[in-house]
């Protein structure tokens, strides 16, 4: 599928286009999960080569971040499916002509339907007026020249915007992940104050959150690490395009500061996971060094009942105790008080 944003006089117009009439004026394209058809009716229109989703996944710098045909290449993985329950990243590729913007993605984030919405709902955020006069859609005044002022870097501009909206979303995860977290410190000190016994449901679901927020965490770093890359080579490429990107510049340093910012908190959430795990494999062998506990002692205090009753079980003839008319009342009484009292000097040392 693509999408064709095109620039009017005073608002942004998106279109769903077929790989045979995709619109030259439109200043942003966006191919989700496109068909071969349309990957070669993209490049036939721009001049470049669309990389394959196995080059999108490559790890070296080199194949994410290039310049080639006179475009600059960048792909970075995005996060998509938090609204859903399961966030997961996914390579984006972002394709920077002199004329529009190029983006290829095979997953659905929800950064590029919050920024697409608001690019249609106010298009100033891309450098389009909105107070000029608005002319009937589509009609050849509505279009911008070529080479107007208004069009210079507008496709830089969307880029921009579109990587501060990805940054945001990730953002919104790293607060997920750090409120689940302090919910399972509460669940974990609640538990211990119970005294829930180990083994639990409750122990299992809990090391599952632990587990899976560190898992998040450690993707969000990764994905972090390529926006880290992507910023130096963003800047080199804005520079190479000439006067008119100081704007531009300046949104990409305050970004590079917000993925710093992002990169120190996950640091931070990585100690806060490693921690709540610690915690937590203490707090079971707490658990289960007290049940040892209560069954050594448990032990301990019926071994003397034990012994007498093992005594007076031998099957000898000659056992005095065997003809008194008290001996099973007198064996009963000695089994209980060898009961009772290691009991009474264990509570009294106050070891149970």
């Known amino acids: 599928m693509i999408q064709a944003f095109i620039p009017l006089e005073n608002r942004m117009a998106r279109r769903l286009s077929p790989a045979d009439a995709i619109p030259g004026e439109a200043a942003w394209l966006d191919l989700s999960n496109p068909t071969a058809q349309e990957i070669e009716a993209v490049e ?26 006179g475009a600059d290449f960048m792909t970075v993985a995005v996060l998509y499916g938090l609204d859903d329950g399961r966030p997961a990243f996914a390579p984006v590729t972002f394709m920077l002509t002199r004329e529009r913007l190029i983006t290829l993605r095979y997953s ?32 050849v005044s509505a279009m ?53 016994p180990t083994g639990t449901e409750d122990f299992k679901k809990l090391l599952q959150r632990i587990g899976a927020a560190g898992d998040l965490t450690s993707r ?21 395009r000439g006067k008119g990107m100081k704007d531009a510049r300046a949104h990409i340093k305050i970004m590079a500061r917000d993925v ?27 658990e289960q060094n007290g049940i040892i506990k209560i069954f050594s002692v448990a032990s301990v205090a019926f071994l003397p009942p034990t012994l007498i009753a093992s005594i007076y079980g031998m099957n000898f003839q000659y056992m005095p105790e065997l003809s008194w008319s008290f001996g099973y009342p007198m064996a009963v009484c000695a089994m209980v008080l060898s009961a009772v009292l290691p009991m009474m000097f264990f509570r009294m040392k106050g070891w149970f």
Do not use: W
């Open 108 to 139: 659905e984030p929800k950064s590029f339907m919050i920024f697409a919405a608001r690019l249609c709902q106010d298009p100033s955020i891309a450098g389009i007026l909105k107070e000029n006069a608005k002319p009937l859609p589509g009609s």
């Open 260 to 286: 710093h910012s992002l990169n120190d908190f996950v640091a931070f959430l990585s100690n806060k996971t490693t921690f709540l795990l610690d915690t937590t494999v203490g707090m079971i062998s707490i």
């Open 220 to 240: 969000v770093r990764e994905a972090l690490a390529t926006f880290d890359r992507l910023m130096p080579f963003l800047q080199l490429a804005l520079d190479s």
């Open 44 to 69: 036939t229109l721009c001049g470049i080569d669309i990389p394959t989703p196995e080059e999108m996944r490559e790890i070296e710098v080199s194949s994410r971040l290039y310049s080639e045909d």
């Open 144 to 196: 911008p020249a070529a080479g107007t002022e208004r069009q210079n870097g507008l496709a830089e501009r969307l880029l921009i915007g579109l990587l501060e909206t990805i940054v945001d979303r990730m953002a919104d995860l790293l607060e997920t992940i750090s409120a689940d977290l302090d919910k399972i410190a509460d669940d974990i000190f609640s538990s211990s104050a119970s005294k829930k």
